[in-house]
C-alpha cells in the first residue's frame, strides 16, 4: 500500500531533550516537506526537500533540523524542544516539484513539550 | 507571496443540506489549487484539485472550479452525509515557471470545520 508513515504518533517530552520524528515513504517520491498544525494558523512550512541531500526552509523553520540522506526518509530533528513547538506535526510527499501533483500526508505526530 | 482565506468554522448543517465553502486566494506566478480533507485523527488527505483556470475538480460528490477572474475556489457539495463532517481545507501551490519550480509548497487556509447532523 502506497504510504506515508511516522514515528511517533504521540509524544510527550520535556524541554531541551533531543528528539527526532521518522517520515518514510514507499511511493518513490522525490519531493518531501513537513509541516505543523496550530489552532487558527493551519498548516505551515517547516523544512521541504526536492531529493537526496537537497533541503531548504520553509516558512518556520526555527528550531527545527532535517536531514534527506535516503529518498524514502526525511526525518525532523528538534535538538532543543521548546514548549512553543508543542504542535501537530505532518511529514508529506510528492512525486516530483512539479505543482499539478498532489502531495500525500502521513498521519501526524501529535507532540507536547512540556 | 501567497495566501489562501477560506470561510471560518465551524459549519454545522443537517443531514442532505447543500454545503458552500467559500475559498479565495492570492498568488504569484502559475497556481494550482486544491481541496484536501481531514477526518478525526487522520492526516490530510486530497479531495479534489484544479491546475488552471476554469477546470473544475469533483470527487465524492464535491466539486469546485479555479476562477481566475475572483480568485476563487469555493467547494460545493449538493447533499452532505452524516460521514462529511471533518476539517476542509483550500490550499495552493504556485510555481514560477508553469510546470515546477525551487519550492512548490503547498500554501493553506485556516481550514473549516464541518459537523453534518443526522
Known amino acids: 500500500e502506497a504510504q506515508v508513515t511516522q514515528n511517533p504518533r504521540y509524544l510527550i517530552t520535556v524541554t531541551g531533550k533531543k528528539l527526532t520524528v521518522t517520515c518514510s515513504q514507499n511511493?518513490?517520491?522525490?519531493?518531501m516537506s513537513w509541516y505543523r498544525q496550530d489552532p487558527g494558523l493551519g498548516l505551515r512550512q517547516i523544512y521541504y526537500s526536492m531529493n537526496v541531500e537537497v533541503t531548504d526552509k520553509g516558512d518556520v523553520p526555527e528550531g527545527y533540523k532535517v536531514s534527506r540522506k535516503e529518498k524514502r526518509n526525511f526525518p525532523l530533528i528538534l535538538e532543543s524542544p521548546s514548549p512553543n513547538q508543542t504542535s501537530l506535526y505532518f511529514c508529506?510527499?510528492?512525486?516530483?516539484?512539479?505543482?499539478?501533483?498532489?502531495?500525500?500526508f502521513g498521519p501526524g505526530t501529535r507532540l507536547t513539550v512540556l | 507571496g501567497n495566501s489562501v482565506t477560506q470561510m471560518e468554522g465551524p459549519v454545522t448543517l443537517s443531514e442532505e443540506a447543500f454545503l458552500t465553502i467559500n475559498c479565495t486566494y492570492t498568488a504569484t506566478g502559475y497556481p494550482s489549487l486544491f481541496w484536501y480533507v481531514q477526518y478525526p485523527g487522520e492526516g490530510l488527505q486530497l479531495l479534489l484539485k484544479?491546475?488552471?483556470?476554469?477546470d473544475k475538480g469533483s470527487n465524492k460528490g464535491f466539486e469546485a472550479t479555479y476562477r481566475k477572474e475572483t480568485t476563487s475556489f469555493h467547494l460545493e457539495k449538493g447533499s452532505v452525509q452524516v460521514s462529511d463532517s471533518a476539517v476542509y481545507f483550500c490550499?495552493?501551490?504556485?510555481?514560477?515557471?508553469?510546470?515546477?519550480?525551487?519550492?512548490?509548497?503547498?500554501?493553506f487556509g485556516k481550514g473549516t470545520l464541518l459537523t453534518v447532523n443526522p
Open positions: 490550499a495552493l501551490s504556485a510555481t514560477l515557471r508553469p510546470s515546477g519550480g525551487s519550492n512548490y509548497k503547498l500554501t
Open positions: 511511493m518513490n517520491h522525490e519531493y
Open positions: 508529506a510527499s510528492s512525486l516530483s516539484r512539479n505543482r499539478y501533483n498532489e502531495q500525500f
Open positions: 484544479a491546475t488552471k483556470a476554469d
